[in-house]
């Protein structure tokens, strides 16, 4: 995912937090319980068969459109297949419809992240992290968006005044971050 200053760490991979999140979602007992669907959808995402996991999330949902996880899923596949902004939606979607699930606020943020809206970004964590105090994966992306909105911010400082000697050391800071991938 594209970053503010060559270096920093990207956010964490969409797929592998959301599936992440999604073990939390289903061992938190959400709203309906795990179904085959659910199981090989999850399985297609897992062996990075973003397409294949689409069309059987879409299949699922043709019979039960209210499915939140099956079209958490379908956000998920969108993301990993390379549809941003139908990913977006999704999650937006799932955002208004079911807004006491943290796990949407937290993909949604991801993708604002990556398309440099950072602002957007925070709100949708903060959301999540309310919902979800102990949440560890959205307090990790919301460090990761402090830091880029500061980086942001004392770079915009640095040229209003290249003569300041505080700005270069803490943006050397914030590009020496190292990279942040979730782990299974």
């Known amino acids: 995912m594209p970053s503010f200053h060559p270096g920093f760490a990207p956010l964490r991979s969409i797929a592998l937090q959301a599936l992440l999140g999604l073990g939390c979602?289903?061992?938190?007992g959400a709203a309906q319980?795990?179904?085959?669907?659910?199981?090989?959808?999850?399985?297609?995402?897992?062996?990075?068969l973003a397409g294949e996991a689409q069309?059987?999330?879409?299949?699922?949902?043709?019979?039960?459109?209210?499915d939140a996880q099956l079209r958490f899923l379908k956000g998920?596949?969108?993301?990993?297949?390379?549809?941003?902004?139908?990913?977006?939606?999704t999650f937006s979607a799932l955002t208004q419809e079911f807004p006491e699930l943290p796990?949407?606020?937290?993909?949604?943020?991801v993708l604002e992240a990556a398309a440099?809206?950072?602002?957007?970004a925070r709100a949708a964590l903060e959301t999540?992290?309310?919902?979800?105090?102990?949440?560890?994966?959205?307090?990790q992306n919301l460090g990761d968006v402090y830091a880029r909105l500061a980086g942001r911010a004392w770079a915009r400082a640095l040229e209003l005044d290249p003569a300041n000697?505080?700005?270069?050391?803490?943006?050397?800071?914030?590009?020496?971050l190292p990279a942040t991938q979730a782990t299974p």
């Not at 979602?25 to 938190?28: D, G, P």
Request: glycine residues 8%.
């Open 33 to 48: 319980a795990q179904s085959p669907a659910h199981e090989e959808v999850a399985r297609l995402l897992r062996a990075g």
């Open 25 to 28: 979602w289903l061992a938190a």
């Open 55 to 66: 069309q059987k999330a879409e299949a699922g949902l043709a019979t039960r459109p209210n």
């Open 103 to 109: 796990e949407p606020y937290n993909n949604l943020a």
């Open 76 to 89: 998920v596949a969108q993301s990993q297949g390379g549809q941003p902004e139908a990913a977006r939606a």
């Open 165 to 176: 000697p505080a700005l270069p050391p803490r943006l050397q800071i914030i590009q020496q």
């Open 128 to 139: 999540a992290l309310r919902l979800n105090p102990g949440y560890a994966t959205a307090q």
């Open 116 to 120: 440099g809206r950072l602002d957007a």
